[in-house]
């Protein structure tokens, strides 16, 4: 099964990435009314900023926005060997 992000539904049961049983997004409108810009910032900088990079990249596959993945999964950067 994919690593979706699992919202605690019994503290925010409006959680725009709660899904069903089946793992279909619940509010997937939401989601899909929102311009490229709009998703960026949430993801980076809003609610999904604690995500990790998985969680986001499977999300954003979703609702068929893979072309962003780039812009909001955070590149991991391995130092060079001494």
């Excluded at 409108?29 to 609610?47: C, K, N, P, V, Y």
């Amino acid at each position: 099964m994919i690593d979706y992000y699992q919202p605690d539904m019994g503290s925010s049961p409006d959680n725009p990435f709660a899904r069903d049983a089946e793992g279909n997004l619940v509010r997937r409108s939401f989601w899909l009314d929102m311009g490229d810009r709009s998703l960026i910032l949430s993801m980076t900088q809003g609610i999904g900023a604690n995500l990790t990079n998985e969680q986001k990249r499977a999300h954003l596959e979703d609702i068929g926005r893979i072309s962003l993945v780039e812009q909001i999964c955070v590149q991991e950067i391995i130092p060079p060997d001494s």
